[in-house]
């Protein structure tokens, strides 16, 4: 069973270019997720996706964020006109609508962005 | 708003002991999973063991099990015959259920070394 897959696992950019991580989910899962986590703290939420409907989207994803998923497969999530404060683990999680287990989410490896 | 904390920075344990990670959390919503993963150093986030509001039992995963007080709103991980492989860090996490957000909201983390 593949788990979840994230390209590219590092990122060096510099200030002001714009970046693109894409996110595979497990095969059969309809839900997927990206958080962000900066070091020294827990994954903070970043927005959802239920198929290809983006349903949920936090306040941390300024308007320099965008994340799409065509056709309900894989995820992209692009950062427009990168800040030094964007250096962050970005990480990529799906899970399949249940009602056991609270909707597990599985995470992939996740991508280390660093903006000089 | 819902709120995880994890009031251990770090723990120390001898390898075979059991030891216990301490999670509290705050919500309004009656109905909630609890969640608690594992990240080793390679930043990969794995599922460890989930807790619904309305479990009857303490969900117990193998090594894992969950210590649940729900009039105390805490969701402690005990470890049991710790092994150097579970150095890592832990994060506990929450989801409300009836709100209809998917978002998990993570606590800070606890650090784990487990000694020869």
């Known amino acids: 069973d593949t788990g979840v897959s994230q390209n590219p696992r590092h990122k060096i950019t510099k200030r002001g270019q714009n970046v693109t991580f894409r996110c595979d989910p497990i095969s059969e899962h309809n839900r997927l997720y990206w958080y962000r986590q900066t070091l020294g703290q827990g994954p903070e939420f970043l927005t959802y996706f239920q198929n290809e409907a983006q349903l949920e989207k936090s306040r941390l994803l300024s308007d320099r964020f965008s994340a799409e998923r065509p056709k309900g497969s894989f995820s992209t999530l692009e950062i427009q006109r990168t800040e030094q404060g964007d250096s962050a683990m970005y990480l990529c999680?799906?899970?399949?609508?249940?009602?056991?287990?609270?909707?597990?989410?599985?995470f992939g490896p996740g991508t280390r962005l660093t903006v000089l | 708003a819902q709120k995880i904390t994890q009031t251990q920075p770090g723990m120390f344990v001898q390898e075979k002991e059991a030891v216990t990670l301490d999670c509290t959390y705050d919500t309004s919503d009656q109905s909630y999973g609890l969640f608690w993963y594992k990240q080793p150093s390679s930043g990969e986030m794995i599922f460890l063991i989930y807790?619904?509001?309305?479990?009857?039992q303490n969900a117990t995963e193998g090594r894992y099990s969950l210590n649940f007080q729900k009039a105390r709103k805490s969701a402690n991980l005990v470890i049991s015959a710790s092994q150097l492989g579970d150095s890592a860090m832990y994060f506990c996490?929450?989801?409300?259920?009836?709100?209809?957000?998917?978002?998990?909201?993570f606590g800070t983390g606890t650090r784990l070394l487990v000694s020869p």
């Open positions: 996490a929450m989801r409300e259920l009836n709100t209809g957000f998917q978002k998990l909201v």
């Open positions: 807790q619904g509001s309305y479990d009857e």
């Open positions: 999680a799906s899970s399949l609508e249940s009602r056991g287990r609270g909707d597990t989410q599985y």
